[in-house]
């Protein structure tokens, strides 16, 4: 666990398919499971990876919290455009099987994709103050978080921060969300 989880109160949601403990940070495991506690929907740091993060949009309580959403799905897009790109990102980003939830979980898992896809990211960020939000994107998504959706998430002056990776977390990214926590 990060040392800054010790100061700050984080709740972590993952991306598709993944687990919390794929991340360092507390979390929910909302791929394998509904029950959203209520201690952990009051954090100083909301952190929502890919489509992680449209679950922190649909069900976070505080407003006030800061916000770091991580190659967010800033664009609405049908169910098999998704699927299609995350096809794509499966085989040339790699995907180690032992991050992927098990495939029991996945039926629901895809449920729970499809509802939020849903979600218009732009519509539900606006309840939350600029300034508590951050979006990180890996310069080399092509998949998701892509240079338009780059150029939206500045046009409509939110924070954006881009490092060298792909749409899956990595070290550079936790980097730049360690950064963020500690302020």
Not at 156 to 164: C, D, F, K, T
């Amino acid at each position: 666990m990060n040392t800054e989880t010790k100061k700050n109160k984080i709740t972590l949601f993952p991306g598709g398919f993944q687990k919390v403990k794929n991340y360092g940070y507390p979390g929910l495991d909302i791929w394998t499971g509904d029950d959203f506690p209520d201690d952990l929907k009051y954090p100083d740091f909301f952190i929502g990876h890919s489509a992680g993060a449209s679950f922190v949009l649909r069900y976070a309580a505080k407003r006030t919290s800061q916000y770091i959403f991580v190659n967010p799905l800033v664009k609405r897009k049908g169910i098999f455009f998704l699927f299609s790109r995350w096809i794509k990102y499966a085989f040339q980003e790699g995907l180690p099987t032992e991050k992927f939830i098990p495939l029991k979980y996945w039926p629901g898992a895809l449920i729970k994709v499809i509802n939020l896809s849903r979600i218009d990211f732009l519509s539900a960020a606006k309840d939350i103050p600029k300034e508590n939000i951050t979006v990180i994107r890996g310069k080399n998504d092509n998949f998701f978080c892509d240079e338009e959706a780059a150029r939206i998430i500045q046009e409509n002056g939110i924070r954006l921060i881009e490092v060298a990776a792909g749409h899956d977390w990595n070290e550079n990214i936790e980097e730049a969300v360690a950064r963020i926590i500690r302020g």
